[in-house]
């Protein structure tokens, strides 16, 4: 199997006192998922051949086929085909503090897209039940989800204002998000056409 490259999660944290009073932070967050599930040579019935999975088990021929058990198929859920994902987080604020306040302003922004292509071998899976057919799921392939979080962006500011024995916590907060689906075209498959 081609697992491809490796996957990452990558954090990084800034934080610098400039005085007693003032403090600057920051920080990122990334992520890389590429999970390629293609096979590196030809599988010996091919990759059209129907998954099965036995739920129960039996024996047949004195061999034991235990339960919860797919066969003809990549492992679990995963289908042969490409997925893809990638974000990252980024955060600043700025905190002032006096005796009578506790001002902090900031801002958080997050963006990421993600790609999952699959194509499940024979199009279909077979479900059985002690060796008997039980159901059968057919797939509309090839299956494409792509998905962009072009920004989902915060921007805050709060405020801990004490005069005499009041305490005011005042906070103000704007949220944008700009998400989206690109349009997408697929290639007729063995139970659909052209999509």
């Known amino acids: ?40 040579e030809d599988l010996p019935l091919g990759t059209d051949q129907i998954s099965v999975l036995e739920l129960t088990g039996y024996t047949v021929n004195g061999v034991q086929v235990p339960g919860n058990f797919r066969y003809r198929s990549s492992a679990g859920g995963w289908r042969y085909g490409h997925k893809i994902s990638k974000q990252s987080n980024q955060r ?12 902090r302003v900031g801002l958080q922004v997050m963006e990421g897209w993600r790609h999952f292509y699959q194509e499940p071998n024979g199009t279909m899976d077979y479900t059985f039940s002690n060796g008997v057919p039980f159901s059968i799921t057919q797939w509309a392939t090839p299956l494409l989800d792509e998905e962009r979080l072009k920004a989902s962006l915060g921007l805050y500011a709060q405020d801990q204002w004490t005069i005499k024995r009041l305490t005011l916590n005042l906070g103000l907060r704007f949220d944008y998000l ?18």
């Open 1 to 40: 199997w081609n697992f491809g490259p490796p996957n990452y999660l990558l954090q990084a944290t800034w934080s610098f006192p400039m005085t007693n009073r003032l403090m600057f932070e920051a920080g990122n967050t990334s992520l890389i998922f590429d999970y390629p599930t293609i096979p590196t």
């Open 92 to 103: 600043f604020a700025v905190s002032y503090v006096t005796g009578s306040h506790a001002l």
């Open 178 to 195: 700009n998400a989206g689906v690109p349009e997408t075209n697929l290639p007729a498959g063995v139970f659909v056409p052209a999509r």
